[in-house]
T-cell receptor, first 113, second 111 residues
Framework: DQQVKQNSPSLSVQEGRISILNCDYT??????FLWYKKYPAEGPTFLIS?????DKNEDGRFTVFLNKSAKHLSLHIVPSQPGDSAVYFC????????????FGSGTQLTVLP | NAGVTQTPKFRVLKTGQSMTLLCAQD?????MYWYRQDPGMGLRLIHY???????AKGEVPDGYNVSRLKKQNFLLGLESAAPSQTSVYFC??????????FGSGTRLTVV
């Protein structure tokens, strides 16, 4: 049973427009959420995170929104750039169990020039 | 450069062979993790360690063993490789909840 779900395997967006990547979770014990970006043949790299006590966190072009009642989070990228083309993973963790991360299956974002 | 180094980067094994994947970090992190990534799936936790000399099972531990004899190294062993263990393996380390650092991965094929 997947505790973190990314229902869109792929997303294509025009350069300069907004990219919205979505993630749903089922485990109410999750209290920290992260987004990772992954290029081919590389490991995931940290992008942005949010604690469950917040509903929004912003870092430059990247904003993460958290809706706890809906158990849903989203990543907004504005404006999208061709270099943003990568696989984006949503991950969640809870206190205890060494803060292990539970990952979604990823969304391949393609930003078209 | 500081970071997480995984060796080897690629390996092809025959069914039944054994091998050890090495993960080394130079950031003095306490926590280390082994994940596997399969097509259409996210990364799944195999084993993890909360400090030197400790190990614990993750979500998919069967068929794997680990050791953390030194703080900077976390070894993942396959005693008798099976085709189902064909995957990309990622090691990660962290000190804080923010600071997961991943290696670049080991692509393993079992034929």
């Amino acid at each position: 049973d997947q505790q973190v779900k990314q229902n869109s395997p792929s997303l294509s967006v025009q350069e300069g427009r907004i990219s919205i990547l979505n993630c749903d979770y089922t485990n109410s014990m999750f209290d920290y959420f992260l987004w990772y970006k992954k290029y081919p043949a590389e490991g995931p790299t940290f992008l942005i995170s949010i604690s469950s006590i917040k509903d929004k966190n912003e870092d430059g072009r990247f904003t993460v929104f958290l809706n706890k009642s809906a158990k849903h989070l989203s990543l907004h990228i504005v404006p999208s750039q061709p270099g943003d083309s990568a696989v984006y993973f949503c991950a969640a963790s809870s206190s205890g169990s060494a803060r292990q991360l539970t990952f979604g299956s990823g969304t391949q974002l393609t930003v078209l020039p | 450069n500081a970071g997480v180094t995984q060796t080897p980067k690629f390996r092809v094994l025959k069914t039944g062979q054994s091998m050890t994947l090495l993960c080394a970090q130079d950031m003095n992190h306490e926590y280390m993790y082994w994940y596997r990534q399969d097509p259409g799936m996210g990364l799944r936790l195999i084993h993890y360690s909360v400090g030197e000399g400790t190990t614990a099972k993750g979500e998919v531990p069967d068929g794997y063993n680990v050791s953390r004899l030194k703080k900077q190294n976390f070894l993942l062993g396959l005693e008798s490789a099976a085709p189902s263990q064909t995957s990309v393996y990622f090691c990660a380390s962290r000190q804080s909840v923010y600071g997961y650092t991943f290696g670049s991965g080991t692509r393993l094929t079992v034929v």
